[in-house]
């Protein structure tokens, strides 16, 4: 072989190795554009949703918006609900098997725990409406581990009967945020209904410091409804009892309507003013001071107590599942078991 044609073979075989100029910025491109792609799919945080009393429309409704982002919930049964045929057997299996939500008990006359056992001791609670409620979920073949008191009322005595036959309970906080379930199997949640208003830019405050926090957000409500079930309007003047809008008020349909005078504005407690009348543009509420939280030109809205309108839900979806994943409460335990987690 001539040392001219062992020459060329050997620059040959050195070229592949050296990188040129104008490849560099290629390569390092291709790094930049892959990273955040992959931390982008690493939300940090959770929203844990829960829903009170039972309703068709969990299943037919609720279920199928949190299904598009991706979403679950949590949903708290009254057994009396499923006697009236408010909800069915088969919309919570398919809640619970088809839209993977966890079914807890509300018990099972959702009656006021504490005024319960004043009146007929702790023992005839804990088997009428604790145990009874669990027993007829289960066999409905639903798997039951949460507990929600009615109107969240309960009291140390209360605590510690049910610490033994459930996983979870609830414990109603102003802004619920969490790592996890407490030592005392308590698990705050703060609620969202019209009753107790949050608008839609402190819901998306609240996502942005649990997912920054690393920690659990929990709320809680009871129905979704269209927004043509709720009026809104703009205030033209206001008294300690009365609103005034700028045309007339037509109430919606409901038995429980209450005001919200301000919807860029979370109320103090207690959160909502029931509505007595509404008479041409003129709003008359339940008891005062309607001029501490609201001025003209604010804008106000009126609807059913225990429910959420549709467009906020759907706005606290969208934000949340952008940032955070959902869990039902039953994940919550197991999400702790699996990181070591200690309750709080």
Do not use: C
Request: proline share 8%; net charge positive.
């Amino acid at each position: 072989m001539k040392p001219g044609n062992a020459i060329f073979r050997i620059r040959i075989l050195a070229r592949p190795r050296i990188l040129r100029p104008s490849a560099v910025p290629l390569f390092l491109m291709w790094v930049i554009l892959l990273s955040p792609l992959t931390h982008a799919a690493e939300k940090k945080g959770g929203l844990v949703l829960q829903f009170d009393d039972g309703w068709s429309s969990w299943a037919t409704f609720i279920a199928p918006e949190l299904e598009k982002v991706g979403g679950k919930a949590t949903g708290f049964i009254n057994n009396q609900n499923i006697a009236n045929g408010r909800i069915t057997a088969k919309d919570l299996r398919t809640l619970q098997n088809t839209y993977h939500w966890e079914i807890g008990t509300h018990t099972w006359h959702h009656l006021n725990a504490p005024g319960a056992i004043r009146k007929n001791g702790m023992a005839p609670w804990l088997a009428e409406e604790l145990i009874k409620s669990i027993t007829e979920l289960r066999a409905l073949g639903l798997t039951v581990n949460a507990l929600a008191f009615p109107f969240n009322a309960y009291n140390a005595e209360l605590v510690q009967a049910v610490q033994p036959l459930v996983e979870s309970y609830r414990r109603p906080e102003p802004l619920a945020i969490a790592d996890t379930i407490a030592a005392d199997k308590s698990v705050p949640a703060t609620a969202i209904d019209m009753a107790h208003y949050v608008p839609p830019a402190l819901l998306k405050k609240w996502v942005d410091l649990a997912a920054s926090k690393d920690s659990l957000l929990f709320l809680y409500g009871h129905r979704v409804l269209p927004d043509s079930s709720f009026v809104t309007g703009r205030v033209v003047s206001v008294t300690t009892t009365t609103l005034t809008a700028d045309q007339p008020v037509i109430l919606p349909e409901g038995s429980s309507l209450v005001l919200v005078p301000d919807i860029s504005r979370r109320p103090p407690p207690p959160h909502y003013f029931q509505v007595i009348s509404a008479t041409n543009a003129t709003i008359t509420v339940d008891h005062p001071d309607l001029t501490k939280l609201t001025s003209p030109g604010a804008i106000f809205m009126i609807g059913e107590a225990y429910s959420t309108r549709l467009s906020d839900f759907r706005t606290l979806l969208e934000y949340a599942a952008a940032r955070v994943p959902f869990y039902t409460l039953h994940e919550v335990a197991g999400r702790n078991q699996k990181t070591g987690v200690r309750s709080q």
